[in-house]
């Protein structure tokens, strides 16, 4: 049925479906990559940053803490910032300026999470839709045909094909990539939340 067909003839001859389903997959690979750089971007031992913030706060010395978390990428150095500039306010004040910017650093690593969650799981019904469509094409052409044989349906079975492997191959890296990506938000939190609580005992404690 598709012979030695290339790529870009494949797509031609899956239809108005498939190249719908190309370009999401564009925007959906561009935004795997963005979160992936930007997570990379990220990539830091906390258990360091920690001992070295210690270190500054128990001598007092604020000033090279605030440089240490301008020079730290991430959230967690965020965090802290948003701490250090509000570590003359009570523990509950503190934490609560240390959890507001958290939740705003949340909201910037969450960014286009929706899209990528959306695309994965619409893609594979754009994918059906388009095989419905190839299916009635075939009993279209089967119609007018005369007694023809299984060369008459194969443009529709063709594109129905194609249209249902393509809403996969868009679908399953974006499942892929969101579950990852959801996985990492969570254990940055999670570093967040723990270094957040550190530092507020370092201050009681300095």
Same mark, same amino acid.
């Given at each position: 049925?598709?012979?030695?067909?290339?790529?870009?003839?494949?797509?031609? +001859?899956?239809?108005?479906?498939?190249?719908?389903?190309?370009?999401?997959?564009?925007?959906?690979?561009?935004? $795997?990559?963005?979160?992936?750089? &930007?997570?990379?971007?990220?990539?830091?031992?906390? %258990?360091?940053?920690?001992?070295?913030?210690?270190?500054?706060?128990?001598?007092?010395?604020?000033?090279?803490?605030?440089?240490?978390?301008?020079?730290?990428?991430?959230?967690?150095?965020?965090?802290?910032?948003?701490?250090? +500039?509000? &570590?003359?306010?009570? %523990?509950? &004040?503190?934490?609560?300026?240390?959890? %507001?910017?958290?939740?705003?650093?949340?909201? &910037?690593?969450?960014?286009?999470?929706?899209?990528?969650?959306?695309?994965?799981?619409?893609?594979?019904?754009?994918?059906?839709?388009?095989?419905?469509?190839?299916?009635?094409?075939?009993?279209?052409?089967?119609?007018?045909?005369?007694?023809?044989?299984?060369?008459?349906?194969?443009?529709?079975?063709?594109?129905?094909?194609?249209?249902?492997?393509?809403?996969?191959?868009?679908?399953?890296?974006?499942?892929?990539?969101?579950?990852?990506?959801?996985?990492? $938000?969570?254990?940055?939190?999670?570093?967040?939340?723990?270094?957040?609580?550190?530092?507020?005992?370092?201050?009681?404690?300095?």
């Amino acid at each position: 049925m598709f012979g030695d067909l290339s790529f870009w003839q494949m797509i031609v +001859k899956g239809g108005i479906t498939v190249f719908l389903l190309l370009l999401v997959s564009i925007w959906s690979w561009w935004i $795997i990559a963005e979160k992936t750089m &930007r997570f990379l971007s990220m990539k830091l031992d906390t %258990r360091d940053f920690m001992d070295k913030l210690r270190k500054n706060v128990m001598k007092k010395d604020f000033d090279a803490a605030i440089t240490l978390c301008q020079t730290t990428p991430g959230p967690v150095a965020a965090v802290i910032y948003a701490g250090i +500039k509000n &570590r003359e306010l009570d %523990r509950p &004040r503190l934490e609560g300026a240390m959890q %507001r910017e958290l939740n705003y650093e949340a909201e &910037r690593m969450q960014k286009f999470l929706d899209i990528l969650g959306t695309i994965g799981n619409v893609t594979p019904f754009v994918g059906l839709f388009g095989t419905v469509l190839g299916i009635i094409r075939a009993f279209h052409d089967l119609s007018l045909s005369s007694g023809g044989g299984p060369s008459v349906v194969a443009d529709g079975i063709a594109e129905a094909l194609i249209a249902t492997a393509a809403g996969l191959f868009v679908a399953v890296p974006a499942v892929v990539a969101y579950n990852i990506f959801v996985k990492k $938000i969570d254990s940055i939190e999670t570093q967040c939340i723990n270094a957040a609580s550190e530092f507020a005992d370092m201050i009681e404690e300095a």
